[in-house]
């Protein structure tokens, strides 16, 4: 069974609701979710919030966060899966920023730096994706990564 699959089944039959924050995976997370029959009972909606501005209107990452530590941080992705149960009323939630290349990339963050925050209530995981291994495989493991951190918090 598909991670996508064995996540809606957990959803279903615990009745949790879902959402998702995305920057860099640009809403391939949700896409993936909503592949599975049904999903509709489960995934309420994502939001790809791939500029600042958005991650504050909608989201309501605080701009001082973002100045402080800027988008790709943990404490970013932590406002950001907050700000997408809160908006999209949902019990949980996966979110992801990053640096998925080639460029963008600086000494303290280069290229192929990404954070995932998942959250159900008021627990919160977070995971630092690191390493480039070129913008496609960058994204495809923050997905999976991503996925994966949600199926450990809901065990």
């Known amino acids: 069974m598909k991670i996508e699959e064995e996540l809606g089944s957990v959803l ?12 860099c995976t640009g809403g391939s997370i949700a896409a993936l979710i ?3 029959p049904g999903s509709s009972e489960y995934f309420k909606g994502g939001v790809v919030a791939y500029s600042n501005e958005v991650k504050e209107t909608i989201l309501h990452v605080s701009p001082e966060t973002i100045e402080k530590y800027g988008a790709v941080s943990r404490e970013t ?3 950001m899966v907050v700000g997408a149960m809160n908006t999209l009323k949902t019990d949980c939630a996966v979110a992801t920023s990053g640096i998925a290349g080639p460029s963008g990339g600086t000494p303290d963050k ?3 730096t990404i954070w995932i925050a998942v959250a159900y209530k008021n627990e919160i995981i977070t995971m630092k994706q690191s390493g480039d291994h070129g913008r496609e495989k960058n994204v495809q493991n923050a997905i999976q990564n991503a996925l994966e951190l949600l199926r450990e918090l809901l065990q």
């Not at 279903?12 to 920057?23: F, G, M, P, W």
């Open 110 to 112: 280069p290229v192929g």
């Open 12 to 23: 279903r039959a615990r009745k949790i609701t879902l959402s998702t924050a995305e920057s």
């Open 34 to 36: 909503t592949s599975v």
């Open 77 to 79: 992705v932590m406002e």
